[in-house]
């Protein structure tokens, strides 16, 4: 049996490293009547943050109705289910008289969008706002979910648990398990997964499959070598390999094609030029509307599309193969920088009618390409109006400075531009002058191939934000053979 399920925490008190965030969620449950408002918990996979909710459902002895990854997620499906938990006591409650409450728990509430989950992300702000039950939403990425939902909930963060709160954990597992044990075998599988204690007990189960004690050389020589692997793949997509060897070499790599994708998009900006990156990015999108495909009908086989995009599309994408070494740096991760670039998708997406996925791949590298330094000042400044920016997001939408008084001018100018077409009842602040900006911008256009195709797709996302995907759309479902 799992040991993640077999030892889950059934108390509150049971949860390991996150003191805080524990303490603030059982105030959350325990003052519940008096603010009624739901809580979104967030956090890095593996911090405890599913756990945390069951156990809490076990202290306040509330009973739990979930709503997971795997089931079907759309408006109607959110209101029948989730809606009607929120609203009524159990039979035994109700046949007892009492006020009795349940938990309605929503994990991963980061990945309902528009697109595939379609209406779910409004039914879901729908019912936080309107329940009679306590809620609590799961999820690894805050800014992946709309503004309106987020404002409508309290926040708890559950950080990464260090390598020292995962120790004794791992400590306490093997004593359990009549498992003897060094120590330093312990810390040293505690800091290969620093961050996930979900992580580092399944690489202590598998360790200590079959032995009777585990040593720091059975640590070392099960330790997973998936870094080596993905620099290989890395290398090979974004630098050497044509788009069929890329691939090839991507069946080799002991990572999920979710995971690909994060690497990909993470480092492909650290190699290709402007116009090989529109390129890439057309490919990236379209790998994570397969990924989305999957989330939404767990049907695995889509997978390969989007494999065949992120390893064959990417590197068909690059103009000349490329030597030397290349710093990429760790594993992708959450910087204040990622932040802000999930923020302005966000807004993006609210305003295009598209899903934030798709915003921050086919959308925003677009408008960062018309923008750039804020060189047409003009544009610049109707964008900032549309999507309503602050001086950090136009900083880091045209990769300028924050704190010039250039962004700073450009900011004021758009809350200006902003007011007067509130008064004026005007249309579109932005998007009526891409064109224009694109004829003006010879250098924007050498840069990306062409401009053009992409305000094209833009406009089109815009016209068309509830269209559906088929599983025969061409422009997604790219083979192999469309990159060769």
């Not at 995009?309 to 990622?338: I, L, Q």
Request: glycine share 6%; hydrophobic share 35%; net charge negative.
């Amino acid at each position: 049996m799992d040991w993640t399920e077999k030892y889950r925490p059934s108390t509150l008190s049971e949860v390991r490293g996150n003191d805080s965030a524990r303490d603030d969620l059982k105030e959350w449950a325990e003052t519940w009547e008096e603010h009624r408002e739901a809580v979104i918990i967030h956090g890095s996979p593996g911090v405890g943050k599913t756990s945390a909710a069951h156990a809490l459902a076990s202290d306040m002895n509330w009973p739990v109705i979930e709503l997971n990854a795997s089931d079907q997620r759309t408006g109607d499906a959110i209101d029948r289910v989730a809606g009607e938990a929120a609203k009524s006591s159990t039979l035994t409650q109700a046949s007892e008289g009492t006020p009795g409450r349940r938990l309605v728990v929503m994990d991963e509430a980061d990945n309902i969008h528009g697109t595939y989950d379609r209406g779910g992300a409004r039914a879901v702000t729908r019912i936080v706002k309107a329940s009679s039950q306590p809620m609590v939403l799961i999820a690894n990425e805050f800014y992946e979910m709309s503004r309106g939902l987020r404002n409508a909930c309290q926040t708890i963060e559950f950080r990464d648990v260090s390598a020292r709160s995962i120790v004794p954990v791992l400590r306490d597992l093997c004593r359990k398990e009549a498992t003897e044990f060094e120590e330093s075998a312990l810390e040293r599988v505690a800091e290969q997964n620093s961050g996930d204690l979900r992580g580092a007990v399944k690489d202590l189960q598998a360790i200590a499959d079959g032995r009777d004690a585990i040593t720091t050389e059975d640590v070392t020589s099960g330790e997973r070598d998936t870094t080596r692997g993905i620099f290989e793949f890395l290398d090979s997509v974004l630098k050497e390999d044509d788009p069929q060897d890329a691939l090839y070499l991507t069946y080799d790599v002991d990572e999920t094609p979710d995971d690909l994708l994060l690497w990909a998009e993470d480092k492909v900006s650290k190699v290709y030029d402007a116009g090989e990156l529109a390129r890439a990015y057309d490919h990236l999108a379209r790998a994570d509307r397969w990924l989305g495909r999957v989330r939404a009908t767990q049907n695995y086989s889509y997978w390969r599309y989007a494999t065949d995009n992120v390893a064959a599309g990417v590197a068909a994408a690059r103009d000349e193969t490329r030597g030397g070494w290349t710093r990429y740096g760790g594993a992708p991760y959450r910087s204040s920088k990622d932040k802000t670039r999930d923020e302005v998708a966000t807004q993006v997406a609210q305003v295009a009618g598209v899903s934030t996925a798709t915003a921050r791949r086919d959308i925003v590298p677009f408008l960062a390409v018309m923008t750039h330094h804020c060189t047409n000042r003009e544009l610049t400044v109707r964008m900032a109006a549309r999507y309503d920016l602050s001086e950090t997001e136009v900083a880091f939408v045209t990769g300028s400075g924050e704190s010039t008084n250039k962004v700073e001018s450009i900011v004021e100018d758009a809350a200006r531009l902003r007011s007067e077409a509130a008064e004026e009842h005007g249309g579109d602040l932005f998007m009526e002058r891409v064109e224009d900006a694109a004829s003006e911008s010879e250098t924007a256009q050498s840069e990306t191939g062409s401009v053009e195709a992409v305000a094209d797709d833009v406009l089109a996302d815009e016209a068309e934000p509830t269209e559906t995907p088929t599983e025969s759309d061409d422009d997604s479902q790219s083979g192999l053979s469309d990159f060769m």
